[in-house]
């Protein structure tokens, strides 16, 4: 009977999703109750608010991830896309040209990420190293290691710190994005392409799907949505600089991807799962923070955290 019902508990906790869900409501009730004002609407709305740069490199990164492949050079794009929008402010474009020129070289960057890896079959990891090299170095070259300064009242400011009906605008932009892709993800031929090449490329290849034209797209998506984030970051704080995205940032959004069920090897991942790990990584963080945590030891507590809940879910899986 205990055997039994073991099984059954295995099965439950082994839906996509629930383990994970179940560690955040944990770790939501352990931070309410060593800090109650943790649960105060303002904060909970900053802890989203906080992780929609994360959030949003991290759902066009589940794509590259369930194809098999990794992009490390979310940081850099991250970067440079702030510098392209300050420079087009200086040529005196307007804000829709700016953010179309920054979110067009994210794509471009991510175009040629794919085109190595899908084209010429060079392995993601050497391609996205080095490509992570020639964007910030680039990005050194044209700005500089200082902050520009981004022109005010222009409107531009108002992607990183607007408000619509007492959300912010980022918060707005990271959910529509997440709904978007979580739909191609789910109803798109694309999005069941993306699982088909990840899951069994040489299969896919010879079912007569466009192989290397997914694995394209799913790091011109990635490159896009690296360039948005680094424009609502660089609209909160009215600054650009080649410094942004600094090291550690590919970590965190690989990390959210990983927690939320995507495998490394590819094939399966959920958007809605790379939310679920976002917003954990995001409560982690507003919690040490409000425990008033050293920063030091925050990077201890965060990835015995991390790894915790990745064992948990791959025990709940069945170790694989």
């Not at 050293?294 to 201890?300: A, E, N, R």
Request: charged share 10%.
């Amino acid at each position: 009977m205990i055997g039994r019902l073991s099984q059954l508990g295995g099965v439950w906790l082994g839906r996509p999703g629930f383990g994970l869900s179940a560690s955040l409501i944990a770790l939501v009730a352990i931070f309410a109750i060593l800090s109650p004002e943790f649960l105060h609407i303002d904060n909970l709305v900053g802890v989203v608010h906080r992780v929609t740069t994360t959030g949003i490199m991290a759902v066009g990164m589940t794509f590259v991830i369930m194809t098999g492949g990794i992009d490390l050079t979310v940081g850099p794009v991250l970067a440079i896309s702030g510098l392209v929008a300050f420079f087009t402010f200086e040529g005196s474009a307007s804000v829709p040209l700016s953010v179309l020129g920054a979110i067009g070289t994210g794509a471009a960057i991510g175009a040629l990420n794919g085109a190595a890896v899908a084209y010429l079959r060079l392995p993601p990891i050497i391609v996205t190293l080095a490509m992570l090299s020639i964007v910030r170095g680039t990005a050194l070259i044209v700005g500089g290691p200082i902050l520009h300064q981004l022109p005010e009242g222009a409107g531009y400011e108002f992607i990183g710190t607007g408000f619509l009906f007492g959300v912010p605008v980022s918060v707005w932009i990271f959910l529509a994005l997440a709904m978007l892709t979580a739909f191609v993800q789910r109803r798109s031929a694309f999005g069941l392409e993306v699982a088909a090449v990840g899951d069994n490329e040489r299969a896919a290849f010879l079912s007569g799907r466009p192989v290397r034209l997914v694995k394209t797209l799913t790091y011109v998506i990635c490159g896009a949505t690296a360039a948005l984030a680094g424009l609502i970051q660089s609209s909160q704080v009215y600054t650009a600089s080649a410094n942004f995205g600094e090291f550690g940032t590919e970590l965190d959004v690989i990390a959210a991807v990983v927690l939320g069920g995507t495998s490394l090897q590819g094939g399966r991942g959920s958007i809605l799962g790379t939310v679920m790990g976002v917003l954990f990584l995001g409560v982690v963080s507003s919690g040490l923070n409000i425990l008033d945590v050293p920063v030091d030891v925050q990077l201890i507590a965060k990835g015995l955290i991390i790894v915790g809940a990745l064992s948990a879910r791959a025990g709940t899986q069945g170790q694989i």
